[in-house]
């Protein structure tokens, strides 16, 4: 690398040097801006090279918008100067490479550049654009040079999993240790419309050496996804296709003895490939069975099981393991009437990469205790589906008994006898002899302390009339405090992604859908088993929820999921951040 900068270096000085020498002999030509192109008929799947040049040295290039065309490549700057029989040449010229994205006619308009403070344009080219080609040609000099040696590879971990079944995706970039990868963009990516999906971010590219086809390869892996089929069917993947800035060997000897490197582009597609998802099988189904297909652990904890009436302790409700974890519905806890129970805060502690989702989530429950007694609390179910055995399994919880005692130090019983006085005249030593005189005159009301008693005791009654009255009215809805809770869970949440508002940009995003998702699922009470857009919006439709705020809820969402798995889009985080706030807020009325 530090060979081609210097190299790039002495060209530089080189045509400078040449483009100073031979200036002069140039202001006598008469300027010449003229387009071209590689090719007038190709293929959809082609690329096709653009080059603008001109006789003499201008400035103020400006090119055309090139509607209808996706740019892959450039621009490239190039300058020739010759002197050959006393006559002077000189030529400046701009390259494109571009890729069509819409068959049909095409145009490449007009560029411009001033010259001696006058502007000239070239001539529009009409191109056509025809059907995907079998064997699309990339150039002579690629071909030559990089075919074979580069390959861009899918691997996919199970082509034939069952719905629901976690599977990873790597592409593998594959190359000859002669090349140099510059850089690259992604220019088509498939669509995984049928599968729960999320790209796992690399932080850094890593260059291995492995064995393809037989050969010693160098290799890195370019995207790295986990995907969880929704639907039983055979699934399309299309290809993946990208754009790689190369730097290969010279085939043109240079002033140096040093090997020169030539910057090319070259465009790589993965093939067409096809996932077979199966359906999980009927026998022997639980009727519990919500979806969940993994390998599990379930658990029903109270934080105590001793307490005095009124007080309150927690249950969390919890699934462990790997597996579809995001997309599972927890079994719900009921509990005898004389324990009041709130809506559970849900938590979410998994992480995923190429083995799935791994780690636990969770529904932590708030009761309170209201009478004395011994409550046994249900005994709860949770099946789910093995995929490595292929067998349903089924879990149940231990059996949790809550004793519930009286708060007050029951009294203790003061037995009283009755003594027989015997008439010895020592028994009446307890008789006092000395007087204690009292006024006979009643004591004034006037200012006393019971004056002040009697006058202050009706506003205090008062008071708390207006008290009680209130705290009446406002849990006069039972779902009074449920909604309490709600708002402070949503607050909760909200609060968390706040903090990321200049954190990563994924976490934000996964902490504001988790928000918005756990909302919906408490405060209008819906039990969704797999968080789909279309059946979210139908549910909140029979809710008679205003469309509008469906629509933007509907929005919100879906740049939540286009900002968690492709992290190259240009949301403002704050005012997603907002928009959150305010549709809460219109729904919560």
Partial sequence: MVITLVMNFYRNILFIFIGTFFSF???????????????????INERIRVSFEINQNGDNFNPPSFEGFQIVGGPNQSVSQSWVNGKQS????????????????????????NVKKETYKTKPISVEVTDAVDNPSQGKKTETVVEGKIHLVREISNTSPYINEGISILYKLYFNQDLRITN????????????????????????????FKGENYSYIVLKKLVLYPQKVKKITLDPLEINLILEVPSMNPG???????????????????????????????????????????FDVVPNKTALKKGD??????????????????????SVPNSLEIYDPEYSDNTNTSLRGMTGSIENNYTIIANNEGKFPLPVLQFSYFNPKSKKYITLNSKEINIDVQQNNVALEATN???????????????????????????????????????????????????????????????????QKRQKRLVRKYLKTAQKELRGSKEKFYQLLEQALYNFIKTKLKITITEFNKEYVKKLLEEKNVNPQIISELISLLERCQASIYSPLTSNSVMDDYEKAVEIISKIDR
């Fill in 25 to 43: 002999s140039a202001f006598g030509q008469e300027a010449n801006f003229t387009s071209k192109v590689s090719k007038t008929r190709l293929g």
């Fill in 90 to 113: 000189f030529s400046k010229s701009y390259t494109y490479f571009l890729r069509p994205t819409q068959k049909g006619k095409l145009t490449i308009g007009a560029a411009q550049i």
């Fill in 184 to 211: 690259f963009n992604e220019l088509k990516s498939p669509n995984y419309n049928d599968f729960w999906n999320q790209v796992i971010n690399i932080a850094q590219y890593e260059v291995k050496q492995e064995k």
């Fill in 255 to 297: 002033l140096f003895p040093i090997q020169m490197y030539d910057r090319i582009d070259k465009l790589l597609t993965t093939d067409t490939q096809y996932i077979n998802v199966k359906p999980l099988p009927e026998a022997n189904k639980p009727t519990n069975f919500n979806g969940a297909v993994g390998d599990f652990s």
């Fill in 312 to 333: 309150d302790f927690q249950v969390k409700v919890k699934v462990n393991g790997n597996g579809n974890l995001k997309l599972l519905s927890l079994p719900e806890l």
């Fill in 416 to 482: 009283t006898t009755q003594k027989v006085v015997s008439a010895n005249i020592n028994n009446f030593h307890f008789i006092k002899t000395k007087t204690h005189l009292v006024n006979s005159q009643p004591k004034k009301l006037w200012k006393s302390n019971l004056f002040y008693v009697l006058t202050g005791s009706p506003l205090l009654l008062m008071l708390l009339f207006f008290f009680i009255l209130k705290k009446k009215e406002e849990y006069s809805n039972s779902d009074g405090l449920a």
